[in-house]
């Protein structure tokens, strides 16, 4: 807990407990000294028996040390569940004995008839007590009549989501959009204020002109512009794909990219590095880490928590695009652009998240592309799997681009692949690799399910703008 300074230090009064609700104490910084201190008494020789002798006592106080943090429990107990039952006559039986496993059960163990026990899994968000400022009723003036609003909106779990105006379209769907929604449009006008915004949106045009079809982290890396701003600026040129070869990408109003062969090496390729005893290596050996782990969760109950800057759109237009604030290291120029490895595959590097979302014209090696264009000249028909390209197109691509990164792997952590010394074993390895549980790798393919708030675009950019 203490090598996080974002965790709380939690205390169980009944650690054996697994149903006990711990206190959570916060971190603060102090400058106190720790101090060891001896009480020492010496008594007296009693010479009355009758007369009472107080002992002699000394205190020796030595400095220890300095404390630079100390954790303080400052909120309330949560409420306790305990595995109980309560019978007929009112008499509660505890259940520890029988709803836990402390060791290995034969199958009677599981096949009691127990009263139904389902504790909750947590009773109280906050452990200090908030004051709730009600709002007063709204006084309208006279004929005031409520607008119509739908039943989906009136009461619920969060706030509705903000739009912006952007355009889905299926691979299924005939038409595909020619222009903006007029909502687009006016957010668009309300936000370009300064020159700055109409400079990046010149930019982003001219992209858009040399390629039709781009990802959200491609633009990132060509144009400098605040993320919220570009929120508003992409449903203004471009409609985004939900389904088909080039889902989670931004493609240029008027384009339709299931109508020209060309457009195949704009198709997006779902890459994910490989790990697992079969390819050598475990998760924890691969240098490129995960975003979030699970062993990393913190309780939802705090007494301090720092508050989310919001964006309004007055910010925006004061510039909290591409401008910003004199005092910034980067330059105005440069500030919220991305590295080209958020979407560029090159040989000999790593990508930066075990999960990427490639075009198939920005896997810079020779012969991936080779694989690309095995059927230029010759496609007949563009599928939803796979496009304008071959089938497997993609399996093939994720085969070599493994089999690249294990090299990598390979040439930094040598120890990793010591029981691999000759080359017939190397290539026993890699055609198993590539080739033989194709099946296997395909069905963990297709049951992933994104988890959200990670920062690759096809998990999350729908929901700016649902």
Request: aromatic letters at 10%; proline letters at 7%; glycine letters at 4%.
């Amino acid at each position: 807990i203490y090598a996080d300074p974002a965790k709380r230090l939690e205390l169980y009064f009944r650690p054996k407990d697994p149903y006990c609700h711990p206190v959570c104490a916060n971190r603060f910084p102090t400058s106190t000294m720790l101090l060891r201190v001896t009480r020492r008494s010496r008594k007296k020789q009693q010479v009355d028996p009758e007369e009472q002798i107080q002992p002699e006592v000394q205190f020796e106080m030595e400095i220890l040390g300095i404390v630079t943090t100390v954790y303080k429990f400052q909120g309330m107990s949560d409420f306790q569940y305990l595995a109980m039952h309560s019978g007929p006559d009112g008499k509660q039986t505890s259940m520890y004995d029988k709803v836990l496993m402390l060791k290995p059960e034969k199958e009677e163990f599981f096949n009691r008839d127990l009263p139904l026990y389902i504790p909750p899994p947590i009773f109280s968000r906050l452990d200090t007590p908030v004051d709730y400022f009600y709002r007063p009723d709204i006084q309208h003036r006279e004929g005031y009549n409520n607008p119509q609003v739908s039943g989906e909106n009136l009461i619920g779990l969060s706030r509705a989501r903000r739009p912006h105006n952007a355009i889905f379209v299926n691979f299924d769907d005939e038409e595909i959009p020619t222009k903006p929604l007029d909502a687009a449009v006016q957010n668009w006008k309300k936000v370009c204020t300064n020159p700055v915004d109409k400079k990046v949106e010149e930019e982003l045009r001219k992209l858009f002109e040399v390629r039709p079809v781009w990802s959200r982290n491609a633009v990132k890396a060509n144009i400098s512009v605040h993320p919220d701003k570009l929120k508003v600026l992409l449903p203004y040129l471009a409609y985004y794909m939900l389904t088909g070869p080039w889902r989670s990408l931004w493609v240029r109003f008027g384009y339709d990219p299931r109508k020209h062969p060309e457009a195949k090496i704009y198709q997006v390729l779902d890459f994910r590095i490989r790990c697992g005893m079969k390819y050598g290596y475990a998760a924890t050996d691969m240098p490129v880490k995960a975003k979030r782990s699970t062993y990393n969760y913190s309780l939802p109950i705090t007494v301090k928590k720092q508050g989310s800057h919001t964006v309004s759109v007055h910010d925006l237009k004061q510039g909290l695009g591409s401008a910003g604030t004199s005092g910034a290291k980067k330059p105005p120029s440069s500030r919220y652009k991305l590295k080209e490895s958020i979407y560029i595959f090159r040989e000999g590097a790593l990508p930066p998240y075990r999960q990427m979302f490639y075009q198939l014209c920005d896997l810079n090696v020779e012969s991936l592309q080779k694989i690309v264009h095995r059927n230029d000249g010759t496609e007949s028909e563009c599928t939803e799997r796979d496009g304008w390209c071959l089938a497997k197109t993609s399996d093939d691509l994720r085969d070599s681009m493994s089999l690249m990164i294990k090299q990598i792997i390979r040439s930094t952590r040598p120890a990793l692949f010591s029981n691999t010394t000759s080359n017939e074993d190397g290539k026993e390895q890699l055609a198993y690799e590539s080739g033989e549980d194709e099946d296997d790798e395909e069905e963990e393919e297709e049951d992933f399910k994104p988890s959200d708030g990670s920062e690759n675009e096809m998990e999350t950019e729908i929901l700016d703008y649902v």
